[in-house]
């Protein structure tokens, strides 16, 4: 049973910094993508950042320059450093783990950003 656990979310104000982290447990395949997704209110689900198990990254164009994916392939973990953060950051973030057959999401944390 794969299982993925984020931590980190929270309230911040605009310009501030917040970092997410998920531990993935659980038999996965080791070639796979890591990534975050993220959902407003009212809104789907949009893709924020992804890391290859080879380290190639993809951001989306709102959140390039301000945000950095990074993971730890001895430790199953995937990273967020969210710098800049504004308003239109505020969603409910998911972290993924996907690979040819397999497709797991956490339950997500909340993100903040409010003054």
């Known amino acids: 049973q794969v299982q993925l656990v984020e931590s980190g979310g929270g309230l911040v104000q605009p310009g501030g910094s917040l970092r997410l982290s998920c531990a993935v447990s659980g038999s996965i395949f080791s070639l796979n993508v890591m990534g975050w997704y993220r959902q407003a209110p009212g809104k789907q689900r949009e893709l924020v950042a992804t890391i290859t198990s080879g380290n190639t990254i993809n951001y989306a164009d709102t959140v390039k320059g301000r945000f950095t994916i990074s993971r730890d392939n001895a430790k199953n973990t995937v990273s967020l450093q969210m710098n800049s953060l504004k308003s239109a950051d505020t969603a409910v973030y998911y972290c993924?783990?996907?690979w040819g057959l397999g497709d797991y999401w956490g339950q997500g944390t909340q993100v903040t950003v409010s003054s």
């Open positions: 993924n783990v996907a």
